[in-house]
């Protein structure tokens, strides 16, 4: 029997998010975050959550922060747009070493760089991961949370309208009451009085041996840290076809399952084309990306948007091999990233023009 | 502090800064501190509470930080009878950055932005904020209060006093306003700070209890 149900994204992903041990949720309706909004309220009570819908995002990032301070798990969310009024609280939790998990369920691939560079003020990076569907975003979902507590910092699950709002077959894990162990930096009040207060803040919490007020300090000590995260946080990537192929196709998101699978097809017709989908979009996995395109003669970039992965694909293969755009921009008429282009015989169709 | 620790909070409580002149107490008290943005604190002590509601959670606000930049939080978090307790440090000016003009500059004011008085077809009318707040039916506790003469701090103790009275015991969201000096910011000598404050700030921002249970 399997344990399987038939889930929206936006569920799969609430459910994933409350049994990983998630306990507060702050966010503001915005399409296509909206419905997992909805269903952290439904599912955060039954594990004596909380779940606030927020005034704006400014509030939501604020409320996440304080609950983050607790120990608690905390999360919030939202569409690119409405990650563009949390970035200056996003930059100073990450300085305050704080776990979050950001859903950011943008509205098509234009918000790359928004998600990867740090979208705020200050020199600062966070973990982005970004699934291609819903059984893929149940392992994100848990991983986000524990990458964020190992770590200290704001972790993103980067996703987009097909991910909140597909229907797929899934398991999710079973969701317990109760809150999980809080870690020995959380406040709870009860330090107030002994001579050694605890303090959170972006401008120097002590942690890593820091001492006193010192922003120069601090701020090379986060440096340090993002260095730490770079280096030590294990890339993950999808490859395929890659070991004889002689056009190397990269892709992330939900558009990249479908470029996955126009790769499968030509194939399966005699064409020598191959895949890698960077799931860990911070760090981008550089190595493993140079690794599956070192054998082809060129490689290339599909994504929704004017070419913004396609920097960082370009890094990765320094100059080894071509790396031509073959995407672009794709828009419905609503705006909500449902490009028309997401289409397999189109993307194959680029695929070949870049093979010839 | 005093109040925290007559009531003997402080091993409960936990303090959410704004940025503003008085963020160089953060560091330098024996309570748990969380260091928040300029305006954002109501949102992250709405998290605190929210996730430890035995706690004591309070703000400490400038009027740049609470009344300019988090109106919005501040009033959200009232109108919610978020169970939290925000002080409110009231001078009209930026002091931090030198002396402009806020959202609770007096009338006639002169600051660095409102160089001739602050004017009200040019700059606005002061947001007398403790009496929006009052209006909330989740506000429980409103007081505004001065620190320009020792009657008043008494006075000003007293009704934080009772505000974290209130928090504890769950009745809603308080607020403590308290009209503070900034000589420097004011452009007066330090000695002037009491009287300008009587002249200047008392008769626009008016001293009392707003709403008490």
Known sequence: MSDRELLEGSEAIARAAVAAGCRFFAGYPMTPFTELLEQMAVWLPKADGVCMNAESELEAVGMAWGA???????????????????????????????????FNMARGQGDYFQATRGGGHGDYRHIVLAPMDVPEAVEATGLAFRLANQWR?????????????????????????????????????????????????????????????????????????????????????????????D?????????????????????????????????????????????????????????????????????????AAPVEFIGGPSWDPAGFGIGPDINVPDISQRILEAMT | MEAVEELQLAPRAITVFGIGCYTAFAHNLDVEVVQALHGRAPSVATGIKRMLPDGFVLTVQGDGDMVNEGLQEMLHAAARGESITCLLLNNGVFGETGGQMTATTALGQRTKTSIEGRDPHQHGHPILLSDLAAALEGAAYVARCAVNNAGNVARTKRCITRAFESQMAGAGFSLVEILTMCPTGWFVDTLEGPGYLKDNLAPVHRIGELKAP
């Open chain 1, 247 to 319: 056009l190397v196709v990269a892709a992330y998101g939900s558009v990249g399952k479908f470029v996955r699978y126009a790769c499968l097809r030509l194939r399966e017709a005699g064409h020598k084309v191959g895949y890698v989908r960077p799931i860990t979009l911070w760090p981008f996995p550089s190595e493993a990306v140079r690794d599956a395109i070192a054998g082809a003669a060129k490689a290339a970039v599909y994504e929704q948007n004017m070419g913004q992965m396609l920097d960082d694909v370009r890094l990765a293969v320094l100059g």
């Open chain 1, 68 to 102: 983050a301070t607790t120990g608690h798990m905390a999360a919030t969310g939202s569409t690119g747009q409405g990650l563009s009024l949390m970035q200056e609280s996003l930059s100073e939790i990450t300085n305050a070493r704080l776990p979050l998990v950001v």
């Open chain 1, 153 to 245: 910092t704001p972790v993103m699950v980067l996703g987009d309208y097909y991910l909140a709002h597909t229907y797929q077959a899934v398991s999710v894990p079973p969701i317990e009451r109760g809150a999980p162990e809080r870690p020995d930096w959380a406040l709870n009040g009860s330090t107030g009085g002994s001579g050694a207060a605890k303090i959170i803040s972006p401008l120097g919490s002590g942690v890593d041996g820091e001492e006193g007020f010192d922003l120069g300090a601090h701020y090379a000590a986060c440096a340090a840290h993002i260095e730490a995260m770079s280096a030590g946080v294990e890339p993950l990537v999808d490859a395929g076809f890659c070991d004889d192929a």
